[in-house]
Nanobody
Framework: VQLQASGGGLVQTGGSLRLSCAASGRTFRSYSMGWFRQVPGKEREFVAGISWSGGTLDYTDSVKGRFTVSRDNAKNTVYLQMNSLKPEDTAVYYC??????????????????WGQGTQVTVSS
């Protein structure tokens, strides 16, 4: 599967962005999807994950209550709605996929496919 992330940009503190990750391939609905972010000099950090059905969600503590992950399997797209953005949310955001029956993973090395990344910058 090939992934294409989009929707990043520059926003002020407290603002919102919605990231999209469009996937190619017929079997998108069988993949668990994750969102990660990375800043220079640091490891890629798990942000949110969603199971193939959308029935299982997971978030890192720092984004709970502010970010929402969702997916539309008919459109082969997963979304990350980011509200109440903070300067510490500034990073390159990546979407990732792994074929799964419902499990989610928080470590980057468990995912098989990656999008190219989209920059999110939150100004103070």
């Amino acid at each position: 599967v090939q992934l294409q992330a989009s929707g990043g940009g520059l926003v002020q503190t407290g603002g919102s962005l919605r990231l999209s990750c469009a996937a190619s391939g017929r079997t998108f609905r069988s993949y668990s999807m994750g969102w990660f972010r990375q800043v220079p000099g640091k490891e890629r950090e798990f942000v949110a994950g969603i199971s193939w059905s959308g029935g299982t969600l997971d978030y890192t503590d720092s984004v709970k209550g502010r970010f929402t992950v969702s997916r539309d399997n008919a459109k082969n797209t997963v979304y990350l709605q980011m509200n109440s953005l903070k300067p510490e949310d500034t990073a390159v955001y990546y979407c990732a996929a792994r074929e799964s029956s419902g499990f989610l993973w928080r470590t980057a090395d468990r995912y098989d496919y990656w999008g190219q990344g989209t920059q999110v910058t939150v100004s103070s």
